[in-house]
């Protein structure tokens, strides 16, 4: 079975580069793992970076923001980044100058696209259960809501991940040392969902949010 090879020049990772990953199932499960990304643009008073929650179909990321969102309408047929992160644990060398951390990381780049009609509704459908799959449990957005909100599009094809994993690297001579080394991983998980101050007596938890804690 062939290596996947980068997608593009500038997908391709350059330091490290053993820890780059170019096989798209690893890289949309990393995407699919993080609850929001990092979007960069390029605009007329220059770069900007914003967290946003995302979703995604086989074929294109979605994003979404308020209708006079500057980075996204900044976006709209020119390129833009999008990138994400998932923190697995510090990793402790006998030198703090080799210190670090294991982590697990993805870049899409493409050129965002502007929806309407119901590509814009299937892209905030994705995006809202991306984050937990309830679009259809709760009360049905209202035209003005719709309307109130820009979607873009990037397309899945211009993408790359890379990834660290294991023990410090510490130099032979400090090996023998009197230093501890190692790893701390870090582990997240939902807890116990609260109902609201203001919820109707009687309403119960949506099985979909049960079945998230821990």
Known sequence: MSTPSPAS????????????????????AIIDAVPMCHVGVSTPDGPIV???????DDSHLFLHGAAANGLLNAGVDIDVCATFTIFD????????????????????????TKLSGDEKLWALRRISDHIVPTWDEG??????????????????????????????????????????????????????????????????????LEHMRG
């Open 9 to 28: 020049r500038r997908t391709t990772v350059r330091r490290s580069a053993h820890r780059g990953v170019y096989d798209r199932g690893e890289i949309l």
């Open 50 to 56: 914003l967290p946003m929650a995302h979703g995604r």
């Open 89 to 112: 644990g510090l990793v402790l060398a006998r030198s703090a100058f080799h210190n670090s951390v294991n982590y697990r990381s993805a870049v899409v780049r493409g050129t965002a």
């Open 139 to 208: 009360r049905p957005s209202s035209e003005a809501e719709i309307r109130g909100t820009i979607a873009i599009s990037v397309p899945l094809a211009e993408m790359s991940a890379k990834r660290r994993e294991g023990d410090p690297v510490d130099e032979p001579e400090d090996l023998q040392g009197p230093w501890w080394s190692g790893t701390v991983p870090l582990e997240q998980r939902w807890g116990t969902p609260m109902p609201a101050a203001d919820l109707t007596p009687g309403i119960e938890v949506p099985p979909r």
